[in-house]
């Protein structure tokens, strides 16, 4: 989307708002033993009060307020009674709603409850490396260029990079132009971002994976050989300088 006026821009950031504290309020009521679905309950609930709609539900017809994987699933995880939650859990929350004819997307992995797993330096890696692409983004800059850096920064700390899940435009509807932010360095995609508008940024960092698979449920997609993968999704506004992370509220 394209930001043309104030009133845009608070719609945006209003919408923005909204998924980032849910997603906020989510990752602090997970707890050890809670089954996804009792958390999606929770995250439909506090979307509502904020007057939102579930872009994925309105979008897609996902079965879910929210997208919640655990461990070995990447992304896309259908909130289920049966699938609990235990102690040092990879959980990744994926948050995204409509309000007002605006649209915003973003997402956190992070370890439940105390890190016996051993999931916490993946998790780290992610946040920073989404940061740090994110501090270099502006008008101008070539999307390949962005790819590049996630997919060099996680092979310094000895990881990989999803190849087939990526960023997007979002603002008037979920997925817009740009359709694709990739997490790694495609030397045939010559566009580049545009100031004053508004993308999802995206890392999927993995311990082995380099492709996500279909579960075989038609939304779920996970790793396929016991890898993980933590992912951080935030949405900005691309402007000449540094960018304005619009759900800069969730934490990440």
């Known amino acids: ?63 879910g307020w929210t997208c919640i994987s655990l461990n070995h699933e990447i992304a896309h995880g259908i909130p289920s009674s049966n699938k609990i939650m235990q102690e040092g859990d990879l959980v990744n929350i994926d948050v995204s709603a409509e309000l007002n004819g605006f649209w915003s997307d973003n997402g956190g992995s992070f370890v439940l409850g105390k890190d016996v797993k051993g999931h916490l330096a993946l998790v780290e890696a992610s946040k920073k490396i989404l940061n740090l692409a994110i501090s270099q983004i502006k008008g101008g800059v070539k999307i390949a260029e962005i790819g590049k850096l996630i997919e060099k920064e996680a092979a310094k700390k000895g990881y990989r990079v999803i190849r087939n899940l990526v960023g997007h435009g979002v603002g008037r509807s979920l997925h817009e132009e ?75």
């Not at 698979?213 to 506004?237: M, N, R």
């Open 178 to 252: 740009p359709t694709e932010i990739p997490n790694y360095y495609d030397r045939t995609l010559k566009t580049r971002f545009r100031k004053n508008t508004t993308v999802a940024i995206e890392t999927f960092i993995s311990t082995g994976a380099g492709y996500a698979k279909d579960a075989g449920d038609g939304w779920t997609f996970i790793t396929g050989d016991s890898s993980y993968v933590a992912q951080h999704e935030h949405t900005i506004l691309v402007t000449e300088q540094e960018a304005l992370i619009l759900t800069a509220a969730n934490g990440i």
């Open 1 to 63: 989307m394209s930001i043309t006026s104030d009133l845009e821009l608070t719609g945006m950031q209003k919408v923005s708002d909204a998924v980032a504290e849910t997603l906020r309020q989510m990752r602090e009521y997970a707890q050890p033993g809670m089954n996804t679905a009792e958390l999606d309950a929770f995250g439909g609930k506090l979307l509502t009060a904020f007057g939102a709609k579930s872009a994925p539900r309105e979008t897609y017809g996902f079965p």
